[in-house]
């Protein structure tokens, strides 16, 4: 059964990058019937989708976060990382992990790790 | 970008009541949207998608319809632990996904 996990700092200050990981167990990525994405949840508000990328490596952005977002596939396709640059307090939020079916929905969610930006 | 308007952002109900959430989408999504379950401290949970196709594991008091722009999401029978927010989510541009701001649901 598949699972996923976050991991990173916790804290980055203000203009730095964020850097997280995505961890499978359970699986590999190399099938292309998956996407497999980061979504981020600032405190008390909605869900927002940060990116994707395909087991090709092919990566799709959401467009307001397009010029400091890249999204990478670690060659054991055994994780994937998130990195955001330019950080300001507005990105402090949970991020999030998952993966999407092709045809469907985000089905197997990460946890969740808190990511606070401040000095 | 479409947008996805949930109505009401908060419903008070009532254990057993049968409990109706809308999400309109800004333009048609066609059958490409998903429901998720929200508990405080823990991520989303995949309720519903393809919008009547319910998620493994995912009790039948819960149903999903709709298609185009206007979609449903009915919980036949509320019981306590279905206390959450809920979140619609569209799919239908491959490349662009976008959720609903949730409707929390409280007990009257």
């Known amino acids: 059964q598949l699972r996923l996990q976050e991991s990173g700092p916790g804290l980055v200050k203000p203009s730095e990058t964020l850097s997280l990981t995505c961890s499978l167990s359970?699986?590999?990525?190399?099938?292309?019937?998956?996407?497999w994405g980061w979504i981020r949840q600032p405190p008390g508000k909605g869900l927002e989708w940060i990116g994707s990328?395909?087991?090709?490596?092919?990566?799709y952005y959401n467009p307001s976060l397009k010029s400091r977002v890249t999204i990478s596939l670690d060659t054991s396709r055994t994780y994937f990382s998130l990195k955001l640059n330019s950080v300001t307090a507005t990105d402090t939020s949970v991020y999030y992990c998952?993966?999407?079916?092709?045809?469907?929905?985000?089905?197997?969610w990460g946890q969740g790790t808190t990511v606070i930006i401040s000095s | 970008e479409i947008v996805l308007t949930q109505s009401p952002a908060t419903l008070s109900v009532s254990l057993g009541e049968r409990v109706a959430l809308s999400c309109t989408a800004s333009?048609?999504?066609?059958?490409?949207l998903a429901w998720y379950q929200q508990k405080p401290g823990q991520a989303p949970r995949l309720l519903i998608y393809g919008p009547s196709i319910r998620a493994t594991g995912v009790p039948a008091r819960f149903s999903g319809s709709g298609s185009g722009t206007e979609f449903t999401l009915i919980i036949s029978s509320l019981q306590s632990e279905d206390l959450a927010t809920y979140y619609c989510q569209q799919y239908n541009h491959w490349a662009m996904y976008t959720f609903g701001q949730g409707t929390k649901l409280e007990i009257k």
């Open positions: 998952a993966r999407r079916h092709i045809t469907a929905a985000f089905d197997v």
């Open positions: 333009q048609s999504v066609s059958s490409n």
């Open positions: 990328i395909f087991y090709n490596g092919n990566t």
């Open positions: 359970g699986d590999s990525i190399n099938s292309g019937s998956y996407y």
